[in-house]
Each structure stands twice: as C-alpha cells, then as structure tokens.
T-cell receptor, first 113, second 111 residues
Framework: DGGITQSPKYLFRKEGQNVTLSCEQN?????MYWYRQDPGQGLRLIYY???????QKGDIAEGYSVSREKKESFPLTVTSAQKNPTAFYLC????????????FGPGTRLTVT | AQSVTQPDIHITVSEGASLELRCNYS??????LFWYVQSPGQGLQLLLK??????LVQGIKGFEAEFKRSQSSFNLRKPSVHWSDAAEYFC?????????FGTGTSLTVIP
C-alpha cells in the first residue's frame, strides 16, 4: 500500500534536547512538507521540499531543521532553540508543490517537559 | 500572501440535517482549492478538490463544494449529515508554490 508513515506516534523529550521526527513516503512524490498543528491555529508550514537536496523555510521555521537526502524521506529535527516545541506534527507529500493534493501521514505528537 | 478564512470555529448539527461549512480565500489568480477532514489525533484526508472547470465538485463521503469566484468562496456542503461526519474540517488553497490552510471548523453531530 502506498502512503506516508510517521514515527513514532508519541514522543516525549526533556527540554534542551534535540529530537528528530521521521517521515517516509512511497508515493513517488517530489514535494514533501512539515506542518505544526496547535489547537485553534490550523496547520502552519514549517519547511517544504520540492526536490531532493533542496528545501525552503515555511512560516515558522525558527528552531527547526530538515534534510532531504532521499526522495522518500524528509526528517524534521526539533532543536533546543524551538521555544515551544510541544505540538502535533504532520508530514505530507504531493506530486506538485502548491497544486496537487497533499497526502498526510498520521502525525507525531511531541511533548517536551 | 494568500490566506484562507473559515469563519465558523465550531458547528453543531443534528444527524440527518444538512450542512454547510464556509471558506473564503484571498488570492489574485484562480486558486487550487481543497477540503480536508481530520479525525482526532489523525492525519488529514482529502475530501475534494477544485482546479478548474465545473464550479460544483463532488467528493468522497457524499460531500460537495461550490467555487464562487465573485465571492472568493469555496463552501463545503452535505445534504444529510451522519454521526460519523463529526470531525475537524480544513479548507486549503494552493498557489503553485505552497499550500495555505484555514484554522478549521469543528463539527459536532447530535443524534
């Protein structure tokens, strides 16, 4: 079955630690995205990538980093510089950036204490 | 920058009643428009999309949406709501570069 996987489903970290969220897709999509979701704020774009080895900052990139070494993978690192990292993180992919519909993973809920 | 407004934060309807969720967007050209649904703690699932052509589009689960250029709207409708439709609904617009999402409308269905 084609789709997007995110792991783990729940993640707990201590303040000051970096943490990496995994996102893998087998849809052969060129574009991949990371969103942050907080209650009442919808989805906010963190980073997106249109092609391997290239990515762009979204609206709230500060405190986050990404890599795109393979077409299938787009991991997100939440660094200790992110002031309020506790949130629900969603990964998505699409055939075309900003035009084709997005396919979403099940999300990772990160809790930092 | 593009923006999407969903004026209704929360809507409650009775099972079997009709439903309309509002979405307004700000974009200069013809946008790519989407409606997604999200169950608690899950990812988003595409309900329907509009790229061009017929302004009334049909989606999954009995949903439809109408694109009205003059009103910059893309409202989602369903003639008869089922209890399983209770979820969060997001409208989104794509500009060829990235996607922009509304803040969502939470739907409660009363038996």
């Amino acid at each position: 079955d084609g789709g997007i996987t995110q792991s783990p489903k729940y993640l707990f970290r201590k303040e000051g630690q970096n943490v990496t969220l995994s996102c893998e897709q087998n849809l052969n999509h060129d574009a991949m995205y990371w969103y942050r979701q907080d209650p009442g704020q919808g989805l906010r774009l963190i980073y997106y990538s249109q092609i391997v080895n290239d990515f762009q900052k979204g609206d709230i990139a500060e405190g986050y980093s990404v890599s795109r070494e393979k077409k299938e993978s787009f991991p997100l690192t939440v660094t200790s510089a992110q002031k309020n990292p506790t949130a629900f993180y969603l990964c998505a992919s699409s055939t075309n950036t900003g035009t084709g519909e997005q396919y979403f993973g099940p999300g990772t809920r990160l809790t930092v204490t | 920058a593009q923006s999407v407004t969903q004026p209704d934060i929360h809507i409650t309807v009775s099972e079997g009643a009709s439903l309309e969720l509002r979405c307004n967007y700000s974009y200069g050209a013809t946008p790519y428009l989407f409606w997604y649904v999200q169950s608690p703690g899950q990812g988003l699932q595409l309900l329907l999309k509009y790229f061009s052509g017929d302004t009334l589009v049909q989606g999954i689960k009995g949903f439809e949406a109408e694109f009205k250029r003059s009103q910059s709207s893309f409202n989602l409708r369903k003639p008869s709501v089922h209890w399983s439709d209770a979820a969060e609904y997001f409208c989104a617009v794509g500009d060829g570069n990235q996607f922009y999402f509304g803040t969502g409308t939470s739907l409660t269905v009363i038996p």
